[in-house]
């Protein structure tokens, strides 16, 4: 079984939908795939943030099965452990939302396998998830590529959140997660949870920027994550393209190479628009 965890509230649907067909449809392997979706409701900071929907979670899981009908996808709803850990903390307010912190309950929750996958939904596979997921964390508690701005501005082996290869059972021996809850309940950070993680790092495995390229897409590219990136024309300023903005991933980034996924995406969605 491949374990890939997503995060984030009834908004993320676009992101988890095309994140998934890229990893389908690059992989060649008859091993069945488990997507975990963190989420919450927690309405009582802005409106739109609840739980992303049973209807949503269903259309997902039919369009998993449709590649392997073993293929699961199940949400667990995380409110409980929110409230309780991190309501009204200093990164509530955190730089992206508060749905950014909830993969750090990963320890919490009892159905989670040894060896999870955690993806951003911004993030598009452009080969086999196996280059990724394969790799040998068993002494480690997770491994991660360099952050594409951080190992200029902050350290030269910070990095990336976005994409991480988590070893919940030596995270768990470490205490790394519960590390780094204790930081969120206490300071303000100023990447919020991936600053906790950093911090509380016992042993990583530094991966090649490949497995998480924030910025360019090259022919060795396994991960291209549409994070926010800085453009210097035609003046320096930056811009937050993710990859369900299809026409913008052709005019700007000029990326043809995901259509065979981003143009099923937009019939799916469009197919669930309608039976809505």
């Not at 199940?74 to 409230?83: A, F, G, P, R, S």
């Not at 730089?95 to 750090?104: A, D, M, Q």
């Not at 990136?229 to 393209?241: M, S, V």
């Not at 903005?245 to 937009?266: M, P, Q, W």
């Amino acid at each position: 079984m491949i374990n890939i965890l997503f995060c984030g509230n009834d908004g993320v649907f676009d992101g988890m939908l095309t994140c998934a067909l890229s990893i389908l449809r690059r992989t060649e392997t008859r091993e069945p795939f488990s997507f975990y979706v963190f989420t919450m409701d927690v309405s009582r900071i802005k409106d739109n943030y609840v739980p992303i929907s049973d209807e949503k979670m269903s259309f997902f899981t039919d369009v998993i099965k449709q590649y392997n009908s073993e293929n699961t996808a199940k949400k667990i709803d995380v409110t409980e452990l929110y409230e309780a850990e991190f309501k009204g903390c200093p990164n509530e307010g955190a730089y992206c939302s508060p749905y950014t912190l909830i993969r750090l309950f990963a320890d919490k929750v009892d159905e989670m396998p040894d060896k999870v996958l955690y993806l951003d939904i911004d993030v598009m596979f452009n080969r086999d998830v196996r280059l990724l997921y394969d790799v040998n964390v068993e002494d480690y508690e997770y491994a991660a590529a360099r952050d594409h701005y951080g190992k200029y501005l902050i350290s030269p082996n910070y990095v990336n959140a976005g994409v991480l290869l988590f070893n919940l059972r030596r995270m768990k021996e470490t205490g790394l997660l519960e590390k780094a809850r204790a930081l969120i309940k206490t300071k303000k950070l100023t990447f919020a949870d991936q600053s906790a993680i950093i911090r509380s790092t016992t042993k990583k495995k530094m991966l090649p920027q490949k497995f998480n390229d924030q910025k360019f897409l090259h022919k060795n590219t396994v991960v291209r994550h549409f994070s926010k990136r800085l453009f210097w024309l035609p003046y320096p300023h930056t811009d937050n393209i993710k990859q369900w903005h299809v026409s913008r991933v052709h005019k700007v980034f000029g990326y043809y190479c995901f259509d065979d996924v981003l143009y099923e995406y937009i019939y799916l969605k469009e197919k669930f628009n309608r039976e809505r």
